[in-house]
T-cell receptor
Framework: RKEVEQDPGPFNVPEGATVAFNCTYS??????FFWYRQDCRKEPKLLMS???SGNEDGRFTAQLNRASQYISLLIRDSKLSDSATYLC??????????FGTGTRLLVSP | GAVVSQHPSWVICKSGTSVKIECRSL??????MFWYRQFPKQSLMLMAT?????????EQGVEKDKFLINHASLTLSTLTVTSAHPEDSSFYIC????????????FGDGTRLSIL
């Protein structure tokens, strides 16, 4: 079983749609959690950290369920510029990050 | 915000050549730098963790004699791919952080290495 699992997609949605991505992780001792965005042939860029209390940044909402070892990302009012691969990332300790394979999002006009 | 610079961004060279990639933290001191590799349509895989002034810690399956890492200062780490072969062609990305800090890692722009 992979340490971090994501549905690879692609998720094809029209502009303005709401889309949700899920991620599960296997190491119950994992300490912190992030969503990164990666555009084609580019480096990952931090989108947001994920907390158990849930956190929101504009159109983006992230949620962590430690009991279920489950992380989610919700994007509201999708824009064309949201098209990218979204990486679920888990810090397993000592800043060691484990990346999911990513979920590809395609937003169309 | 924290900026990490990686150089070069693209390398094409012949098989057998050694290639050096630099990773610099521009506006903060990075006690720890990480080197990742990403093959097409795969996730980033950690290759090694580099701590300033000490030997790098390599992940299982990564040859330390092939991928030489030097972290001589708090702002610079280098990865040298020695005697590169076509199977070493990949996207190499570094990241930097301050160990013990709560901030997530900051990534360099990545280096696309193509070995002919």
């Amino acid at each position: 079983r992979k340490e971090v699992e994501q549905d690879p997609g692609p998720f094809n949605v029209p502009e303005g749609a709401t889309v949700a991505f899920n991620c599960t992780y296997s190491n119950s001792a994992s300490q912190s959690f992030f969503w990164y965005r990666q555009d084609c042939r580019k480096e990952p860029k931090l989108l947001m950290s994920v907390y158990s209390s849930g956190n929101e940044d504009g159109r983006f909402t992230a949620q962590l369920n430690r009991a279920s070892q489950y992380i989610s990302l919700l994007i509201r009012d999708s824009k064309l510029s949201d098209s990218a691969t979204y990486l679920c990332v888990v810090n397993t300790g000592f800043q060691k990050l484990v990346f999911g394979t990513g979920t590809r999002l395609l937003v169309s006009p | 915000g924290a900026v990490v610079s990686q150089h070069p961004s693209w390398v094409i060279c012949k098989s057998g050549t050694s290639v050096k990639i630099e990773c610099r933290s521009l506006d903060f001191q990075a006690t720890t730098m990480f080197w990742y590799r990403q093959f097409p349509k795969q996730s980033l895989m950690l290759m090694a963790t580099s701590n300033e002034g000490s030997k790098a810690t390599y992940e299982q399956g990564v040859e330390k004699d092939k991928f030489l890492i030097n972290h001589a200062s708090l702002t610079l780490s280098t990865l040298t791919v020695t005697s590169a072969h076509p199977e070493d062609s990949s996207f190499y990305i570094c990241s930097a952080t301050v160990l013990g800090g709560t901030q997530p890692q900051h990534f360099g722009d990545g280096t696309r290495l193509s070995i002919l």
